[in-house]
């Protein structure tokens, strides 16, 4: 079902495909370039841009050929035009809930000339499973909001707050929306604040999402991680493996080379 986005309620619908003429860019937008395959995303700095999160995500997911990924809340659908640029996936599906983003997203995927291998779809994450079916997906990643209702100053801009604070679902929708969304042994990829860690592998392991992995991200050498990335599997067993942790900047502005060869940042 095609969106109308004069409408403000997000309804469950794939946006599209849009056509290359449709690409356009709007007054208030920017074109950045992912250095990716050529890929370059469309942006609004009114509303919300990526950051470091996204890139690092897509850096940590692992894909396997004919795979089928979805990314909860997509934003800008940053996440999967990266994975498509960086694995060998068969398909990428957004799910975002704001109608205003989810078709900058749609313009984005027009504008790489993407719109057979990736989807941008409208609607809330909490019905993610209902809206695509139980167990319909090899692999779900997600940035989702870092702060939860007593963390942090929350933006008075709708875009940022909903991308920031848990204002429309929380981690546990997250979590269990992704338990339904899986197949069996299919793997969840996140995000994170590490000041969060306890609750996000309590409830993972309550959702049925054994931890696996965990990189701690770090601004440079002798800081405090500022974010943890996390897989987990559909009913995999416990063992955790702690990787060596990113260090993001080498010097004051001077990127590390993990960051520029690994991440291609």
């Known amino acids: ?16 495909p849009l056509s290359d ?15 990716r395959n050529g890929y370059r995303i469309i942006q609004d700095p009114s509303r919300f841009c990526f950051g470091m999160d996204a890139v690092l995500l897509s850096g940590f997911a692992r894909v ?3 795979e089928r990924v979805l990314d909860l ?13 960086k694995t060998q996936g068969r398909h990428f599906t957004g799910l975002e809930i704001q ?3 989810a078709e900058m997203a749609a313009r984005s995927v027009a504008l790489n000339h993407l719109q057979e291998k990736i989807n941008i779809v409208v609607g809330d ?12 997906f090899d692999v779900v990643t997600s940035n989702p909001p870092y702060m939860d209702d007593g963390g942090g100053l929350r933006n008075p801009d709708a875009p940022k707050a909903i991308a920031r604070h848990e204002v429309l679902c929380t981690f546990e929708d997250v979590a269990g929306e992704t338990a339904r969304l899986l197949r069996p042994g299919g793997r969840f990829y ?5 000041r969060r860690l306890p609750e996000l592998l309590t409830m993972l392991r309550r959702h049925g999402l054994e931890p696996k ?23 995999g067993r416990p063992l955790m493996q702690v990787e060596a942790p990113v260090i993001v900047f080498a010097a004051p502005g001077v990127y590390s080379d993990e960051i520029r060869d690994v991440y291609g940042y």
Request: proline fraction near 7%; avoid cysteine; aromatic fraction near 4%.
């Open 125 to 136: 994450l909490k019905e993610a499973s209902r809206l695509f079916g139980l167990a319909s």
């Open 213 to 235: 992995r965990m990189k701690l991200v770090h601004p440079f050498v002798d800081r405090d991680a500022n974010m943890v990335l996390l897989e987990a599997v559909r009913g």
């Open 21 to 35: 003429k449709e690409a356009y860019v709007k007054q208030t937008e920017r074109v950045d370039d992912l250095e």
């Open 1 to 16: 079902m095609t969106t109308d986005f004069g409408e403000k309620k997000a309804v469950p619908g794939q946006i599209g």
């Open 99 to 101: 109608p205003e983003m």
């Open 64 to 66: 396997g050929p004919g």
């Open 190 to 194: 996140l995000v994170h604040r590490p």
């Open 73 to 85: 809340g997509t934003g800008t659908g940053i996440i999967p035009i990266l994975l498509e640029a």
